[in-house]
């Protein structure tokens, strides 16, 4: 099957080697290294000062003076944004069908020890370049940045969007610098990747690619620079920080990678290794190289450019992609810089120390490895002529487990009673007492939120009747949505910090990532599929579905675990969803809830958020359903009230937020569950409609007509609105 | 020690003929190929390869597999997948132990290995406990399981198998194919090195074994047992008897936080107790008798389990089982005739822990 | 000594390795009694089943509850509780093991 051509059309990028695209390439060739010791003072704190610092004026001058005010996250991604923008030469792209795929793996400090929603960062790039299409905000730790490119592909391939600027940024944070020394993860000097591998410094900067289809890019004149051939995902189940030593999670995401882009390891030029410099990472990912490239792997160029910029955790993925991009068009693969000449000597293989190599390239592979246990693989190539293609096949997705873990009831019994009885729970925790769901020794390095989205896994896939073998297991995928990731570890981390940087609680610190529960659901259940993390705030979970659903269509997995899960104040919960193509759940007789019949996203720039929904509505034909499940109806979304009220004013109404409180992503993943359990059980609360209230009200349980579409709404107010149609099998 | 006994391992015709042979329980195995300082050696400085002759391997299939492992084991299986192994104490209701098993996880149940020698209480206990509600298959004939120890033993891995699994993760297990033979991987081990262990069936383990005797220094039963007790991993048949669980200091091989498991009563009896403990010892020239005394001022304190000669330590260590308020390293007590002091575990420092995999 | 002074020379070291079982139990959290653990048994991958995060962990316990700072310590520091109790406890006497290295 030849899917359509997807093209890169435009870089930009901003990080310690250089300021924009070019500044950035002429340091990689020359072997300058952009790292320094670090300015700021509070870093003395430290043993090890080293590293990619971008200087302010570098921001500053590439910014109209009214955005010097604005965060450095925000200032970082705007500045490479742009410069990807001008270089695609984009003109009238239709905001609506203009997208953005941003990588991230810290929160954004908002002061006073608060952190900006995940995808704020996102928003303000959006609304800035007019970026009005589906909008995501991806957080695999240091995978992010070219898992972002990845998801790009599969949004043009799905035809939601004409254009999607990818990319990654992250700045240097103090909190992050501490939590990396305390894991003796610093190099005390500079990075030494693949020679000395003492350890890494920390980075920060920003990346972008545009990203479209190859026939458009030629139809409107642009020049194609590399094609987005293929990615790969894949989880470690391992480690929550450590790379899985043997290299079996890296070398499944590079050969997906490759199966995605219809190539084998022989067509392989060149790499753009992840190189941290940390013994670990460089251990492992030359196990990936000898297990990938077999006897070749000593003649396949592999070099880090973290060795001249750092790592820049979720900008890393992006700003390689870049010097991929750059690397194929130049001819040259940029050298990993900090050799001595015995380390040169002495290397098993060929790392491209310390001077670039001419290299004619037709096939480039940048890959990453993360925390969590998340791997990312991208394949590049140079752009050939249009081409035929078929369109991405149809594939029938079908809901096949549930697994909702909730103050409410834990099980889809304990929450189907106590929506019969018209029980509510504002909040609340879980009660896992007396269950283990895990091994012991699994369980204790788990905080509250992965133990809740383990439990709530472990019992969607009962619920899903799924067993599977091994060699199953090996290809399950999981998609984690949370909008703010664990708020226990998060504060437990920063409080440590406050006190004494050089003490910082690791374990914690581990936890601190957005994917690490994402990533402890994988260790703990075994599963090694294609994995990702989503942060669209309330909407997270019908976002994080869409990536299910394009994992199966484009054939990358069968069963992929949908796992929302949150903390609030006084609440914690997690909901998971079995996803599954209809003729594997077939074959092996599950019974489906509901088949997921279509979705659709849109993102907000500016006012409008009503016609956005309507919209969402009407382009899914879900104006006759028999049941809306609205995400915020019942606390307070006007927007959406409205919404429902016009285009669908005799449907019936129904909502989890008006059972359990606001529980963010939780929210948005019980809104599905309950319009599957709707469709296939005939149980939903069916909370006032027309009277929206504040909070949880009196929930009064009707006889539901028999439910056999449900359009279940999915929103982040200000950022998302997302609308999915569930109906019956 | 006697060598006209029928030896049980089915390799026995390519050991060479300095073999000595011993009864360690029901099996005749090798106790030594060669010198036991060249065999220990290899265990802590090189590699050297075991022919585990005589481990019994007993599988518990059936639906039911699961359930009853979770009864019978002290430690927790419920959890344990095809691709982990665990080693657990396995216990009768009064809290003395049958055994100590290595539990392998399987696709379709689990796989016991047992003590050298002590298959059949194993066997006769499995079937007393379970043998109504599952399948419990005894395949120690057909099967054999060799094991790799020492600090690079990863590099005779990466050699003779696979470079990727030397680098698993400790307790994990791998179905592999080693020249077109099934063969099941683990890293596991027991002297605290590197260790592994291959099962393969009896045909194939006859190339593994010829094939690793040129890459490693076969080693024997005794230096296996003298590099376990220097790190103080239980040797059932020497420290078991006559005491329990908490006695032995082998608490870590039951779990008792478990909702229930054959014996499980009788463990949370023993820690509620002040019983006497075990404590590592070294010093003497003579290797004494377990039973010896243990006296302070000729005041009897406790008496000793086993002892060995050590040749890392080059004089006499043992474990004593002591009084409750004397069970503590760094005092000297006398053995016999013989001052000794008491030690902190390990009792050698594994140069594993300090030699990376590259 | 006599046995008295052996008495409490061992229950010096029993109340050492009682703080620090009682410090690893809160600090990483175990869903155990700290005196089920025994003074000799293995800490890492078998026996407690610790890993490389959790002694970063206890590095940082230890010093706020010893006041011994063991960062660049190796492996073998965490042998045991009891061997672990004379690295935070100077008073204890050591009982420092052999190496094999030329034991043949």
């Not at chain 2, 060799?146 to 990863?154: I, Q």
Request: contains cysteine.
């Amino acid at each position: 099957m030849v899917l359509r051509p997807v093209v890169i059309t435009g870089v930009g990028v901003i990080c310690a080697a250089g300021r924009d695209a070019d500044e950035f390439w002429r340091s990689l060739v020359a072997g300058e290294s952009g790292i320094s010791a670090v300015r700021d003072e509070r870093f003395a704190a430290f043993e090890a000062r080293f590293a990619g610092q971008v200087p302010d004026a570098w921001i500053d001058d590439q910014l109209p003076v009214a955005e010097r005010e604005l965060d450095r996250t925000a200032k970082l991604a705007l500045v490479a944004a742009r410069q990807s923008v001008t270089h695609a030469g984009l003109g009238d792209t239709p905001a609506e069908r203009f997208g953005l795929v941003l990588g991230k793996c810290q929160a954004t400090p908002a002061g006073d020890g608060a952190y900006q929603p995940m995808h704020a960062t996102a928003d303000t790039v959006a609304a800035r370049i007019s970026a009005a299409g589906p909008r995501i905000l991806v957080s695999t730790a240091c995978a992010a940045g070219g898992n972002a490119v990845g998801l790009a592909r599969d949004k043009i391939l799905t035809g939601e969007a004409d254009v999607v600027l990818a990319g990654g940024v992250d700045p240097l944070l103090f909190g992050t610098y501490a939590g990396f020394a305390g894991l003796q993860a610093l190099s005390a000097g500079p990075c030494a990747p693949y020679s000395r591998s003492e350890g890494l410094n920390l980075g920060e900067g920003a990346a972008f690619v545009v990203v479209e289809p190859l026939d458009a890019a030629l139809a409107r004149g642009a020049q194609p620079l590399a094609e987005v051939a293929g990615y790969g995902l894949s989880a470690d189940a391992y480690h929550a920080t450590a790379p899985d030593p043997t290299g079996r999670g890296g070398t499944s995401a590079v050969r997906r990678a490759l199966v995605d882009a219809g190539l084998t390891a022989d067509d392989v030029d060149y790499v753009n290794g992840h190189g941290t410099g940390t013994p670990a990472n460089d251990a492992m990912e030359k196990k990936v190289m000898r297990t990938v490239f077999g006897e070749r792997a000593a003649s396949v160029p592999t070099s880090s450019i973290k060795s001249f910029i750092g790592h820049t955790l979720g900008a890393a993925g992006a700003v390689e992609a870049v010097a991929s991009v750059l690397a194929l068009r130049n001819g040259t693969a940029p050298p990993t810089i900090g050799f001595s000449d015995e380390d040169a000597a002495t290397a098993t293989l060929d790392f491209v120390p310390n001077a670039p190599r001419e290299l004619d390239m037709d096939v480039v592979v940048s890959n990453n490895y993360a925390f969590g246990g998340n791997n990312a693989s991208l394949v590049l190539r140079k752009p050939g002529p249009a081409r035929d293609f078929e369109p991405l096949p149809e594939a029938e997705v079908v809901v096949t487990g549930l697994g909702p873990v909730l103050g409410l009831g834990v099980g889809v019994d304990e929450l189907t009673a106590a929506l019969a009885e018209g029980r509510t729970a504002a909040g609340g925790h879980p009660s896992l007492e007396g269950r283990t769901f895990a091994p012991r020794s699994v369980w204790r390095h788990m905080n509250r939120l992965s133990r809740t989205a383990i439990a709530a896994s472990r019992l969607a896939w009962d619920d899903a009747g799924l067993k599977l073998g091994r060699a199953g297991l090996e290809n399950v995928g999981v998609v984690f949505a949370t909008a703010a990731g664990s708020i226990e570890s998060t504060a437990g981390f920063d409080e440590s910090v406050l006190a004494n940087p050089n003490k910082p609680a690791v374990l914690s610190f581990s936890n601190v990532v957005l994917n690490a529960t994402g990533g402890a659901v994988c260790q703990t259940l075994g599963l090694r599929g294609v994995t990702t993390t989503i942060c669209n705030g309330n909407a997270s979970a019908s976002v994080a579905l869409d990536c299910a659903v394009e994992a199966v269509r484009c054939g990358k997995a069968d069963v992929v675990l949908v796992v929302a899960a949150d903390e609030v104040a006084g609440g914690s919960g997690s909901v998971c969803l079995v996803v599954e193509s209809a003729a594997h759940s077939a074959a092996r007789g599950g019974v489906p809830y509901a088949r997921v019949r279509g979705s659709t996203h849109a993102s907000v720039i500016g006012a409008g958020e009503q016609q956005l929904i309507e919209h969402g509505i009407g382009a899914l034909n879900a104006r006759s359903a028999d049941l809306v499940v609205g995400s915020g109806a019942h606390v307070g979304d006007e927007s959406e009230r409205a919404a429902v009220t016009a285009t669908m004013p005799g449907a019936q109404l129904a909502g989890s937020a008006a059972v359990t409180g606001d529980l963010r992503s939780v929210t948005g993943a019980l809104d599905l569950a309950l319009g599957a359990l709707a469709i296939r059980d005939g149980a939903v609360p069916d909370a006032v409609r027309r009277e929206p209230a504040a909070g949880v009200g009196e929930v009064s349980v009707v006889g539901v007509a028999p439910v056999s579409t449900a359009v279940v709404l999915g929103s982040s107010p200000g950022s998302v609105r997302g609308a999915t149609l569930l109906g019956a099998v | 020690m006697t060598q006209t006994e029928t030896p049980t391992s089915r390799l026995h015709a390519a050991y060479p003929e300095s073999t000595v042979y011993g009864a360690v329980g029901d099996a005749v195995v090798a106790l030594r190929f060669s010198e036991i300082e060249d065999e220990y050696d290899a265990i802590r400085n090189r590699s050297a390869v075991f022919d585990l002759a005589g481990t019994p391997l007993i599988e518990i299939s059936g639906s039911g597999a699961n359930d009853v492992a979770q009864r019978i084991l002290g430690r927790d299986v419920e959890f344990l997948t095809a691709e982990r192994c665990m080693t657990s104490l396995v216990l009768e209701t009064d809290g003395t132990v049958v055994d100590q098993v290595e539990v392998w996880g399987r696709e379709d149940g689990l796989l016991l290995a047992g003590s050298v020698g002590a298959g059949e209480r194993l066997l006769e206990h499995l079937r007393s406990e379970a043998a109504d509600r599952v399948t419990i298959t005894d395949r120690t004939g057909e099967l054999a399981l060799l094991a790799f120890e020492g600090p690079y033993a990863w590099g005779v891995v990466g050699r003779l198998i696979d470079g990727e699994l030397a680098a698993l993760p400790f307790e994990s297990i791998v179905d592999a194919t080693w020249e077109g033979e099934d063969i099941v991987f683990a890293r596991t081990g027991s002297t605290a090195e590197y260790g592994y262990k291959i099962l393969a069936s009896a045909e194939a383990a006859e190339k593994l074994w010829a094939r690793a005797t040129e890459e490693a220094t076969p080693a024997g039963y005794e230096a296996l047992e003298l590099a376990m007790l220097e790190v103080r991993q239980p040797i059932v048949r020497a420290e078991a008897t006559g005491a329990n669980v908490v006695e032995m200091g082998a608490g870590w091989l039951v779990d008792i936080t478990k909702d229930d498991f054959v014996g499980k009563d009788a463990v949370q009896a023993a820690f509620a107790a002040e019983t006497r403990r075990t404590i590592g010892f070294s010093g003497g020239s003579a290797v004494p008798e377990a039973g010896t005394e243990v006296t302070v001022d000729g005041e009897a304190v406790g008496e000793v389990v086993h002892a060995v000669h050590s040749l890392a330590l080059g004089t006499t260590l043992g474990l004593a089982r002591i009084a409750p308020d004397l069970a503590a390293a760094g005092l000297t007590l006398t053995v016999g005739d013989a001052e000794v002091r008491t030690l902190t575990s390990p009792y050698v420092t594994p140069k594993s822990w300090s030699t990376p995999i590259i | 000594m006599t046995i008295d002074e052996l008495r409490a020379a061992a229950a010096a070291r029993q109340q050492t390795c009682s703080r620090i079982k009682k410090m690893i139990v809160s600090r990483l959290d175990l869903p155990i009694e700290p005196d089920w653990i025994t003074d000799d048994q293995p800490l890492f991958g078998r026996g407690l089943e610790l890993d490389s995060l959790d002694v970063l962990e206890l590095y940082v316990a230890i010093e706020a509850e010893f006041d011994v700072a063991l960062y660049d310590s190796d492996m073998s520091v965490f042998g045991s509780v009891s061997r672990l109790a004379e690295h935070v406890d100077p008073s204890l006497p050591k009982t420092e093991p052999a190496t094999a290295d030329g034991a043949a």
